[in-house]
């Protein structure tokens, strides 16, 4: 399973746009990129999944350049809200359920 | 759809006892996963089940601890005899071959005292 690394924390101000990174250097050919949300006594939550290139939807974008060695989430016009651990994880969505190991995660703080 | 639906929300026992964890997927999941969460070591994959079948247990930390998927709305995570380490958020997750990502349920906090 390819390892992830990401900022342990990043503070934010609302409305600012947050880009988080996430290291990625032995990702598999398989292998997609998918991002979590956790907020405090809740399970994470999906936010999005990329294989190349860019992915955009309500809540987010994700970049992933032609290596796919990094991704990075960003999140427009952040609010007090926003503020959670945020996961990056690699896997192989393959045919079935797949191994997904979660790092650490980066904690962003949102400030008014 | 009600979501990924876990029971107790809370559970707190002394040392010693059996606990049962239970889960009900999202109907239509066939994949089912089981994470613990703790402060100090984050969040552990302990087993995951495709299509009622056990797929990888490598996470399961010990013989006490023991999963089970006897249909496919139904898993439990069963902890017997507990201990006051085992205390965490242990969550369980669905998912299927067309989703992407896995859907969370809200979690059991367990205390073992």
């Known amino acids: 399973l390819a390892k992830t690394t990401q900022p342990i924390s990043m503070d934010s101000y609302e409305g600012q746009e947050v880009n988080i990174t996430c290291s990625h250097n032995n990702i598999a050919t398989n292998d997609y990129i998918t991002w979590y949300q956790q907020f405090p006594s809740q399970g994470p939550r999906f936010i999005i999944q990329g294989y190349k290139t860019k992915v955009t939807n309500e809540v987010a974008s994700l970049f992933i350049p032609a290596d796919r060695k990094s991704s990075t989430l960003s999140l427009p016009r952040v609010s007090l809200s926003d503020t959670a651990v945020y996961y990056c994880?690699?896997?192989?969505?393959?045919?079935?359920?797949?191994?997904?190991?979660f790092g650490a995660g980066t904690r962003l703080f949102v400030k008014a | 759809d009600a979501g990924v639906i876990q029971s107790p929300r809370h559970e707190v026992t002394e040392m010693g006892q059996e606990v049962t964890l239970r889960c009900k997927p999202i109907s239509g999941h066939n994949s089912l996963f089981w994470y613990r969460q703790t402060m100090m070591r984050g969040l552990e994959l302990l087993i995951y089940f495709n299509n009622n079948v056990p797929i990888d247990d490598s996470g399961m930390p010990e013989d006490r601890f023991s999963a089970k998927m006897p249909n496919a709305s139904f898993s439990t995570l069963k902890i017997q005899p507990s201990e006051p380490r085992d205390s965490a958020v242990y969550f369980c997750a669905s998912s299927s071959l067309t989703d992407k990502g896995y859907t969370f349920g809200s979690g059991t906090r367990l205390t073992v005292v």
């Open positions: 994880l690699v896997g192989d969505q393959g045919t079935g359920g797949f191994k997904t190991i």
